[in-house]
């Protein structure tokens, strides 16, 4: 643990540092006068900012229309929506109805009609409480219902911990160790704390959730209050941070929502219109909660005891004009859960997976003073209570090469430098391989902009990578998934491209594309050319065509 923290100091230092310098001279050699930072958490998440803004900038909002039928059945009147076939005139390549005279014809054509129930479906299901929070869960919770910031979120979690109110708040778990379960003097003493006397006192200190689970304890467990009374001299902002957390590990002790999920659908002149809804049998812990935690379905309609085969009439039918809509701007406590779920927003399924074992970029301790350091350096400014890229931000994502403002850099370096912790890598490995891939990473802003390992293809950086499953090197190519170039390693390098086998005569079962002839550990097979997409394969005949009817390759 002593050499992975050294490790992560030390790279960090020398990437931060040298591309930063590289960065700076490029960008005054262009007439700018700035420093201009590069960091490997802190220029990742700029591009996730800066990305997302791209987006709203370029989206064309679309006009489109949803058609809602009012329905009248005996046992009850309810609405249902129209849900066209794929085959429906008038949609856009998303399936939404975008002809406003289809949707004139539809309207014209249901009023008055009768029609039948041919589904209806009802589930007992439930819902537990949220889980106790973890720093990133509360600087989100915090941001949208206090308005606070990240850092002054956990500036005032530490303050609450300093008091002995709250356990540590530099964690990323949300679970609490069950020997801790049978303490029932917490909830005795939150029961008579202003704002808490329902949540505590109606708690049943014998229920346990899944919360109480020792095993998804990490180096520290959730945030919970300690039991200790806050004094009436607590200052009104820890007050409030105290009440989230408090209501937070007392809602573990209420029973889960227990809710009947209906689901209708209904055909009307041969057209399909669905209906869901929701009754609740029992609230549970959502009477105790704040509106945050609520269901967002929560005025999801109830519908009538309805069967398959009842009779319906259509008594109206009416079009809603709406526009699609840009993605939301990142506020402070949705760019936190951003970067501690960084996988979500890469496009490579083994990226994906690296980033996910990493939890994300950036620790719980340091996110925060991330988003403060951009916001100081002027990449990142507050815009109400959502947070936007800069010029200056935009222009040093710009200048960026892919390979530092892309996550799955930092991924690699997490687990890499989670095997040293683990003993199975060593701090000198390691920082000799940053050094030797630094002038890769810095050739892209130094020099005439080549990258010093060109893809063969489209001309973009390579970026060596470490694949999870064996861990082999290899080359990918940092334009992924526009290039999904990949070279074998060599030595530190990249090899060369293995030349493609040639496509045979015969076409495959499963999509039609062609087979291509292959030697695997039980011999030849003929595979098809459009894998991973169709993975189809197949043994070879003794006269070398393929045996179509072989249950499994190799037999």
């Excluded at 609405?79 to 004139?104: I, K, M, N, W, Y």
């Excluded at 001309?459 to 990578?465: E, F, I, P, T």
Aim: charge should be positive.
């Amino acid at each position: 643990m002593r050499d992975a923290a050294r490790a992560r100091s030390r790279a960090d230092w020398l990437a931060g540092i040298n591309a930063t310098r590289a960065l700076t001279i490029k960008g005054r050699a262009d007439g700018r006068s700035d420093v201009l930072s590069l960091g490997r958490v802190q220029t990742p998440t700029l591009a996730l900012v800066v990305t997302r803004d791209n987006e709203i900038a370029s989206f064309k909002p679309v006009d489109y229309f949803v058609l809602r039928v009012s329905l009248v059945h005996s046992a009850g009147d309810f609405a249902a929506t129209f849900a066209p076939s794929e085959d429906q005139a008038g949609l856009d390549s998303g399936g939404r109805l975008t002809d406003a005279a289809v949707a004139e014809a539809l309207v014209a054509a249901h009023k008055n009609t009768d029609g039948l129930v041919t589904e209806a479906t009802r589930e007992a299901k439930t819902k537990a409480a949220p889980l106790p929070h973890s720093l990133s869960s509360l600087q989100k919770a915090a941001s949208a219902r206090l308005g606070m910031s990240a850092q002054q979120v956990l500036d005032t979690a530490q303050a609450l911990y300093e008091k002995k109110l709250t356990t540590y708040p530099r964690t990323d778990c949300r679970y609490l160790p069950e020997e801790q379960f049978a303490d029932a003097a917490v909830l005795a003493a939150l029961s008579s704390l202003p704002g808490l006397e329902r949540v505590a006192g109606t708690a049943d200190a014998s229920l346990k959730s899944a919360a109480w689970n020792t095993k998804k304890v990490t180096a520290h467990h959730a945030i919970a209050p300690t039991g200790e009374v806050p004094p009436d001299s607590l200052p009104q902002k820890e007050r409030d941070l105290y009440l989230m957390i408090a209501t937070a590990f007392c809602l573990q002790f209420h029973a889960p929502m227990r809710y009947e999920a209906q689901k209708v659908a209904v055909s009307l002149a041969d057209t399909r219109w669905e209906a869901t809804g929701r009754r609740i049998l029992d609230s549970g812990w959502t009477a105790f909660a704040g509106h945050d935690d609520k269901d967002d379905d929560s005025d999801e309609q109830a519908l009538p005891p309805l069967e398959k085969g009842d009779a319906v009439h259509c008594r109206d039918v009416q079009t809603l004009k709406k526009k699609t809509s840009p993605p939301a701007r990142f506020s402070e406590g949705s760019l936190i859960e951003a970067m501690a779920n960084v996988h979500r927003f890469v496009a490579d399924a083994d990226a994906r997976t690296a980033l996910k074992d990493a939890r994300g970029i950036g620790t719980e301790a340091t996110r925060a003073k991330v988003l403060e350091t951009l916001k100081e350096r002027g990449y990142l400014a507050a815009d109400k209570k959502a947070l936007a890229s800069t010029p200056l931000g935009r222009e040093v994502i710009a200048l960026t090469p892919p390979a530092l403002k892309a996550p799955l850099t930092t991924a690699e370096w997490e687990s890499r430098l989670e095997s040293i912790a683990q003993g199975a890598e060593s701090l000198d490995a390691f920082l000799a391989d940053q050094c030797r891939i630094l002038p890769e990473l810095l050739a892209p802003i130094l020099g005439d902009g080549t990258p010093a390992f060109p893809c063969p293809s489209c001309g973009a950086a390579l970026n060596r990578r470490k694949r999870k499953k064996d861990g082999a090197w290899f080359w990918g190519c940092t334009a992924y998934p526009d290039c999904p170039v990949i070279l074998p390693d060599d030595n530190g390098k990249p090899g060369k491209a293995r030349p493609k086998p040639a496509l045979s005569e015969y076409a495959c079962p499963a999509c039609g594309k062609p087979l291509v002839k292959r030697s695997g550990a039980k011999g030849d097979f003929y595979g098809c050319s459009g894998y991973p997409g169709c993975k189809k394969a197949c043994p070879v005949k003794p006269d070398g065509s393929p045996d179509f009817n072989a249950k499994k390759r190799g037999k």
